[in-house]
């Protein structure tokens, strides 16, 4: 049973919470700006002074270096690191990373050297990187995280899935606090598979949140951005938002789907003021889309002077188009 069963309603009160938020996307440094109507700067690549280096970064492809640049940040954001590290016990936070095309240069190039010269021409160093998981495993051992860790490669939907996840983490009492993280880097292996003859215009970069349970929330004095109140995910797009939103007429904020559907009505006939449309201000995101969404949905309901509703609500959705398999949506509200 998926979360999609298992989390498609949610309870009246949320006890999901975001505490923390990172973005690491080029020509943007706060989630904020993901809230800009136009176009950002988007088709470049995160310069090397936003990504850690010296031990612990060494041999780490692109997408894992993104990914620890976002996770430092939204850490931070949540209070739960310092200069001496990380300040709550580590098996009290797991790590869920959404990334479709993360190591896909490391797998390639590993394909490509076996094909070519047979085991002997496979680089120890390279190996671990090839794995499914190394972006996870790899931020839980540079922060010391020993909750539930696990990636997720599943399409248009991921992104939003990965919060999915881990607000059911969260909910069932798995762990107090998990790091969700999405990320996509832009490289030549990934354009050239993802674009064909003709090279796509691909993110490079990453988001990350910190979900929190309330009560450790509360246990830590520390306050909240917004609370997840619903998720779901479903065949077609219309369903899927409308078990999310659990009937709700109107919403403040609405994400749409990147290259779904449009910007200007969402499904279901549900109403909305305002609308942040990543899909036009950045490159492709896949994988990191439904992070993004999240983060940027996070500054929106923190910020009072954004809401035009007695009740600050954001929606965001993912997937539902012609190719994807199915749709996902994330309702978030204030605390």
């Not at 780490?60 to 640049?69: E, G, I, P, S, V």
């Not at 047979?118 to 090839?130: C, E, H, K, V």
């Not at 619903?230 to 797009?237: H, I, K, S, T, V």
């Not at 002077?305 to 398999?325: I, N, Q, V, Y």
Request: charged share 20%.
């Amino acid at each position: 049973m998926g979360p999609e069963q298992r989390t498609g309603t949610r309870r009246g009160t949320a006890t999901a919470l975001v505490t923390g938020a990172g973005v690491v996307l080029p020509g943007v440094k706060h989630a904020a700006d993901l809230l800009a109507p136009e176009p950002l700067e988007g088709a470049g690549r995160v310069g090397p002074e936003r990504l850690p280096s010296g031990r612990g970064a060494r041999n780490k492809d692109r997408a894992t270096m993104l990914a620890f640049a976002a996770a430092t940040l939204a850490l931070a954001d949540a209070g739960l690191l310092d200069d001496e590290g990380l300040c709550v016990p580590g098996e009290t936070v797991g790590t869920v990373v959404s990334s479709n095309l993360g190591n896909l240069d490391t797998v390639c190039r590993v394909a490509e050297r076996l094909s070519r010269d047979g085991t002997a021409g496979i680089s120890a160093l390279d190996l671990p990187n090839a794995s499914s998981n190394v972006i996870a495993s790899s931020v839980a051992i540079r922060f010391g995280l020993r909750g539930a860790n696990f990636t997720l490669c599943n399409g248009a939907t991921s992104g939003l899935d990965a919060v999915g996840w881990a607000t059911l983490a969260v909910e069932t009492g798995r762990v107090a606090r998990v790091l969700v993280i999405g990320v996509e880097p832009a490289n030549a292996v990934v354009e050239r598979l993802a674009g064909g003859d003709a090279p796509a215009r691909l993110l490079d970069g990453s988001g990350a949140l910190v979900l929190e349970s309330s009560a450790s929330a509360e246990a830590r004095e520390r306050g909240a951005r917004a609370a997840v109140a619903g998720y779901a995910r479903r065949r077609d797009l219309t369903t899927t938002v409308g078990v999310a939103t659990n009937g709700r007429a109107r919403v403040g904020l609405w994400l749409p789907p990147q290259g779904g559907a449009r910007a200007e009505r969402a499904p279901a006939g549900v109403g909305f003021g305002d609308v942040c449309d990543l899909g036009r201000t950045l490159p492709s995101a896949s994988g990191a889309l439904g992070v993004l969404q999240c983060a940027a949905a996070t500054a929106w309901l923190a910020d009072p002077g954004r809401h035009r509703d007695a009740e600050p609500t954001a929606l965001a959705a993912a997937g539902g188009g012609a190719t994807d398999d199915a749709a996902a949506a994330v309702l978030l509200t204030t605390t």
